[in-house]
């Protein structure tokens, strides 16, 4: 999935794509089951109960 975007999106914009790519942890919450990801999207309180 991030491959395809850097893919898609890496003559566009060189800089931000390299700067993700350096991110190795960027979508971890992908390893986890998909019944406790909502959980971990987002640790804003606000974000959490508005969702």
């Known amino acids: 999935?991030?491959?395809?975007?850097?893919?898609k999106w890496?003559?566009?914009?060189p800089k931000l794509i390299q700067k993700i790519a350096?991110?190795?942890n960027l979508l971890t919450f992908y390893d986890f089951p998909p019944s406790i990801r909502?959980?971990?999207y987002s640790t804003?309180?606000?974000e959490s109960m508005n969702k």
């Open 1 to 7: 999935m991030l491959t395809i975007f850097m893919e």
């Open 10 to 13: 890496g003559e566009k914009y």
């Open 22 to 24: 350096d991110i190795d």
């Open 38 to 40: 909502s959980s971990i």
């Open 44 to 46: 804003n309180l606000i």
